[in-house]
Protein backbone atom coordinates (compact mmCIF):
# COMPACT_ATOMS: atom_id res chain seq x y z
CA UNK A 1 0.00 0.00 0.00
CA UNK A 2 1.54 3.63 -0.84
CA UNK A 3 1.72 5.68 1.77
CA UNK A 4 3.80 8.87 0.06
CA UNK A 5 3.49 10.15 -3.48
CA UNK A 6 5.72 12.61 -4.23
CA UNK A 7 5.30 14.09 -7.84
CA UNK A 8 7.08 16.31 -10.09
CA UNK A 9 7.70 18.21 -7.15
CA UNK A 10 9.84 21.73 -8.03
CA UNK A 11 11.03 24.63 -5.75
CA UNK A 12 13.33 27.46 -7.28
CA UNK A 13 14.49 30.53 -5.49
CA UNK A 14 15.62 33.73 -7.40
CA UNK A 15 18.94 35.00 -6.99
CA UNK A 16 18.95 38.40 -8.87
CA UNK A 17 18.27 37.20 -12.76
CA UNK A 18 19.05 33.84 -12.06
CA UNK A 19 17.08 30.57 -10.68
CA UNK A 20 18.35 27.85 -8.52
CA UNK A 21 16.68 25.18 -8.44
CA UNK A 22 16.54 23.33 -5.01
CA UNK A 23 14.36 20.54 -5.71
CA UNK A 24 13.79 20.32 -9.66
CA UNK A 25 10.86 17.22 -11.15
CA UNK A 26 11.82 15.13 -7.62
CA UNK A 27 9.39 12.02 -8.20
CA UNK A 28 8.97 8.97 -6.14
CA UNK A 29 7.06 6.80 -4.15
CA UNK A 30 7.20 5.11 -0.46
CA UNK A 31 4.93 1.88 0.01
CA UNK A 32 3.86 0.25 3.31
CA UNK A 33 6.82 -1.85 5.08
CA UNK A 34 9.19 0.52 3.02
CA UNK A 35 12.55 2.13 5.18
CA UNK A 36 14.02 5.34 3.02
CA UNK A 37 16.44 7.53 3.59
CA UNK A 38 17.71 11.15 2.08
CA UNK A 39 21.16 11.87 1.62
CA UNK A 40 22.99 14.70 -0.67
CA UNK A 41 25.86 17.23 -0.09
CA UNK A 42 24.88 20.50 1.83
CA UNK A 43 22.77 22.31 -0.20
CA UNK A 44 21.04 19.58 -2.20
CA UNK A 45 17.28 20.32 -1.24
CA UNK A 46 17.33 17.51 1.63
CA UNK A 47 15.25 19.38 4.33
CA UNK A 48 13.47 21.49 1.43
CA UNK A 49 12.19 18.01 0.47
CA UNK A 50 10.79 17.16 3.88
CA UNK A 51 9.85 20.44 4.32
CA UNK A 52 7.27 20.21 1.31
CA UNK A 53 6.48 16.72 2.22
CA UNK A 54 5.61 17.89 5.80
CA UNK A 55 2.91 20.81 4.88
CA UNK A 56 5.87 23.39 6.15
CA UNK A 57 6.80 24.96 2.88
CA UNK A 58 5.15 24.93 -0.67
CA UNK A 59 6.49 23.82 -3.98
CA UNK A 60 7.02 26.25 -6.97
CA UNK A 61 5.52 24.02 -9.37
CA UNK A 62 1.61 24.13 -9.57
CA UNK A 63 1.81 20.68 -10.88
CA UNK A 64 3.89 19.49 -7.99
CA UNK A 65 2.10 17.30 -5.61
CA UNK A 66 2.53 15.36 -2.34
CA UNK A 67 -0.14 12.83 -1.34
CA UNK A 68 0.38 11.37 2.09
CA UNK A 69 -2.11 8.03 2.64
Known amino acids: MEILNVKNVKKEYAN ?8 NDVSFTVNQGE ?10 GKSTLLHIIGGIDKPTSRRSRCRRS
Request: proline letters at 6%; hydrophobic letters at 40%.
Open 35 to 44: FISIVGPSGS
Open 16 to 23: GNKKLYAL
